[in-house]
């Protein structure tokens, strides 16, 4: 195993953890930028709101895309366990 294997591996694994990890991200920055602004509004300044706002929207995102998410993990882990046995 070469440099260049080793690189492409990393590559890989940084591609998956952003296409794992982004659409929550993102989603959840979003609904706390409207809260945060919902908040400047109207002076109402509880931090729980943001909390579970955000709380429900990661959990729905897992529920909705929670199998895709774990087929392009298992594709990966695959992907690994070929290129050492092979």
Do not use: C, N
């Not at 940084?14 to 609904?31: C, E, F, Q, T, W």
């Not at 729980?48 to 882990?77: C, H, N, P, R």
């Amino acid at each position: 195993m070469d440099a260049s294997v080793v690189s492409d591996i990393l590559r890989d694994a940084v591609g998956v953890a952003i296409k794992l990890g982004g659409p929550m991200l993102v989603l959840s920055m979003l609904v706390g930028v409207v809260v945060a602004v919902f908040q400047a509004v109207t002076q109402i300044h509880e931090q729980s709101i943001s909390f579970m706002l955000k709380l429900l929207v990661v959990v729905s995102v897992l529920l909705l895309a929670g199998g895709w998410m774990l087929e392009t993990l298992q594709d990966y882990t695959r992907a690994i366990f070929d290129l050492m046995a092979g």
